[in-house]
């Protein structure tokens, strides 16, 4: 019997790959599931006296067959990824682009106008709303709509591309334009179709799977400073940290009620990682103190922040952002 295991080995490329790789082209992302029946027909297609059904199709299978297309792919810069969908922990795959200016490559059918209103979306999410105080990660409809137009003092950071932080407002204004904001909405609009951005039920969009695939070698050197040179120097700004569980970014999940630890989970690693463990006998992996998992990353930071400025008052934020 000719099993699909004697070409399990991720090193011989056929037609079975070949469709693998065009039904990844005409979808970008998949998840597990939606893989499933689509492996099947592939399979089956290949070797007809065999049928596979979608629930013959496992995990190990679809790991080797991604291995195998990307064998061959990697030259072009391109690479099937595969991610747990930190809302529903659903295995999400996705043919992502891994050249290291990969925000231009997504954005390949937007205009230089329309890809610096998404580099002021992601400044937004990973900046303006990702203080130590309030983690968010997230923009509300309202705020990304807003974000059409070029904020005033905030000009030359917009034009600015990840690394030409220094340049004049003078210059920025002469290359960066706002954009309307029926074309703000048409580019959230395709990014979600996309799924680039996801929107939640509370009106935030976030970065869904794909884009965190994508984009994190990109988030991880915009957004978080280089390691210090010296002792001397200020203890950089982390502001995009990984699971103590998976080791994948966390931009929705828990973190650590000591502000200066740096310890961040997604729920369920949390959940797994504190299995058995009972109120006071829980306690943080790094700095050891108790562990109640209520300090959130995500959109819920937001709601939990607005509650502590009217409780604590404005002092605590005063001091924070002072840092
Ligand atoms: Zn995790
Ligand atoms: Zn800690």
């Known amino acids: 019997m000719s099993?699909?295991?004697d070409r399990g080995d991720g090193g011989n490329y056929d037609h079975s790959h070949r469709a693998l790789l065009q039904a990844f082209m005409s979808r970008s992302v998949m998840t597990f599931d939606e893989m499933k029946p689509i492996v099947a027909e592939i399979l089956t297609a290949h070797e007809p006296d065999r049928t596979r059904l979608a629930n013959d199709i496992t995990q190990p299978i679809v790991t080797s067959m991604v291995q195998a297309v990307n064998a061959k792919i990697g030259a072009l810069d391109f690479e099937i990824r595969s991610a747990i969908n930190q809302n529903d922990r659903t295995l999400t795959y996705a043919l992502v682009?891994?050249?290291s200016d990969a925000l231009t490559q997504i954005a390949t059918t937007f205009s230089p106008d329309e890809i610096a209103y998404i580099k002021r979306l992601l400044d937004c999410m990973f900046e303006t709303n990702n203080k130590n105080i309030r983690e968010v990660m997230a923009v509300k409809h309202m705020t990304a709509t807003q974000l059409a137009k070029i904020p005033r003092n905030r000009q030359s950071q917009a034009a600015a591309d990840s690394d030409g932080e220094g340049e004049s407002n003078?210059?920025?204004?002469?290359?960066?334009?706002?954009?309307?904001?029926?074309?703000?909405d048409k580019v959230l609009q395709h990014l979600e179709v996309e799924a680039f951005f996801q929107r939640s039920p509370q009106n935030y969009y976030s970065l869904a799977p794909r884009a965190?695939?994508?984009?994190?070698?990109?988030l991880k050197e915009t957004y978080n400073d280089p390691p210090a040179e010296d002792e001397d120097d200020h203890e950089p700004?982390?502001?995009?940290?990984?699971c103590e569980g998976c080791r994948e970014i966390v931009t929705m999940g828990l973190r650590c009620d000591n502000k200066e630890?740096?310890?961040?989970?997604?729920?369920?690693?949390?959940?797994?990682?504190?299995?058995?463990?009972?109120?006071s006998a829980k306690k943080c992996p790094k700095c050891k103190n108790n562990w109640d998992g209520s300090t959130f990353v995500g959109e819920r930071a937001d709601e939990t922040g607005s509650r502590r400025r009217t409780t604590n008052g404005r002092s605590q934020l005063m001091n924070e952002e002072d840092e």
């Open 261 to 279: 630890c740096g310890v961040r989970w997604h729920d369920f690693c949390a959940v797994q990682y504190f299995r058995g463990q009972q109120g």
């Open 212 to 218: 965190l695939m994508e984009l994190r070698a990109w």
């Open 3 to 5: 099993g699909y295991h």
């Open 237 to 242: 700004t982390i502001r995009i940290r990984d």
């Open 170 to 184: 003078a210059q920025a204004e002469s290359t960066v334009k706002g954009i309307t904001i029926n074309d703000a």
């Open 97 to 99: 682009n891994t050249t």
